[in-house]
């Protein structure tokens, strides 16, 4: 079978390797070089923010972690485990019960949190590091046969002459792509500075602040922008960023700014996984609206589509 995969984040290259595995000859396109994509500005830790709250969804976190667990033997794949902790400023906070089903969850208190926060959760969770999680798996594709072209696709039409099928990928892009209104961006900006030596994963209760080492980088965020396209950075947001870490860790008093990075998280109240034979003359199948946990449910929602196009799905 000859695929088509339009789109060339995470999803898209998820998608096209588990159709490679499966025997398909996939070609991807891709309007945008990684570095433009939202997947580039991602964080990447295995964590299902802002994305449908459904068994379907906890099925494809679980299976997605199970595929980095089994990829993690590699260093070069970039996946590592993060003592990740969650705190308030809020002594008597009461820790939502969502929080305790993550891996070796458990709550903690006093110097067990960074300066000034009371309370938290601390679980065990996969990060990925994107500068190394992306051009591994795309190496992987490459050297299976698999082609990848910077081009744009006008429509799905442009590609049924020669294909079997083709899978929408597309992100929020799929909008406009595949006139699906459903999707709709959240913007997110994060700051990426070389790592001082900061050795936990913090977010915080009350807003929208984390920080994710990855290595030899740290990523400091975060944003949320409903409904906003501009990929501008906001200069303010920066600077609030990164006035906000070093209040958390003095090591990070003195930000060496690797660059700024923007992304939109693809929002759907559902994640579209589904077969369409009405787009073109080919079957499309699409697969977008992962919001803010694109490379959480990757693995598992590259399955599911991987069954539509095969007509193995349950
Ligand atoms: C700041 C930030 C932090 C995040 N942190 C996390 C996190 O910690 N964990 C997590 O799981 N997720 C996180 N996410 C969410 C995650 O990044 C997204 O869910 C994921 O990247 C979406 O991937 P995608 O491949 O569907 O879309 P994209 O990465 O947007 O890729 C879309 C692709 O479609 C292509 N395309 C669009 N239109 C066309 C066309 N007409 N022709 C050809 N190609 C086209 C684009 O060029 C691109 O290659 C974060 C996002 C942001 C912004």
Redesign the pocket.
């Given at each position: 079978m000859k695929i088509a995969v339009?789109?060339?984040?995470?999803?898209?290259l998820t998608t096209a390797l588990a159709l490679q595995e499966a025997g398909c000859a996939v070609t991807i396109?891709?309007?945008?070089p990684f570095e433009k994509?939202?997947?580039y500005?991602?964080?990447?830790?295995?964590?299902p923010?802002a994305v449908e709250d459904s068994t379907r969804a906890q099925v494809w976190y679980a299976q997605n972690d199970e595929m980095l667990m089994s990829l993690m033997d590699d260093p070069a794949a970039g996946i590592f485990w993060a003592h990740w902790k969650k705190c308030t400023l809020d002594p008597y906070f009461e820790i939502p019960e969502m929080y305790m089903r993550l891996r070796d969850a458990r709550v903690i208190t006093g110097d067990d949190c960074p300066l000034g926060y009371k309370k938290g959760v601390q679980a065990k969770l996969l990060v990925m590091h994107v500068g190394r999680y992306y051009p591994f798996l795309k190496q992987r594709f490459e050297r299976a046969g698999g082609t990848f072209y910077l081009?744009?696709?006008?429509n799905f039409g442009e590609l049924e002459k020669d294909f079997d099928l083709i899978v929408n990928?597309?992100?929020?892009?799929a909008r406009y792509?595949a006139q699906d209104e459903a999707v709709y961006p959240m913007r997110?900006?994060?700051v990426i500075i070389k790592n001082p030596g900061v050795n936990f994963h913090f977010a915080t209760f009350e807003g929208k602040n984390y920080f994710y080492p990855r290595i030899d980088e740290i990523l400091i965020?975060?944003s949320a922008e409903i409904g906003e396209w501009d990929l501008t950075p906001n200069d303010v947001l920066t600077r609030d960023m990164l006035a906000w870490a070093k209040t958390v860790d003095p090591l990070l008093k003195n930000p060496e700014i690797i660059n700024v990075r923007v992304?939109?998280?693809?929002m759907r109240p559902q994640i579209r996984v589904e077969r369409d034979e009405h787009s073109c003359a080919v079957p499309v199948v699409h697969n977008?609206g992962?919001?803010?946990?694109?490379?959480?449910v990757a693995w598992g929602c590259a399955f599911a589509a991987r069954d539509l196009v095969l007509g193995t799905a349950a």
């Open positions: 339009i789109g060339g984040g995470i999803t898209g396109f891709s309007r945008d994509t939202t997947s500005a991602a964080g990447a830790i295995s964590y923010y081009r744009e696709i006008k990928a597309t992100g929020v892009h792509f997110g900006q994060v965020g975060g992304g939109l998280r693809p977008y992962q919001g803010g946990a694109g490379y959480t």
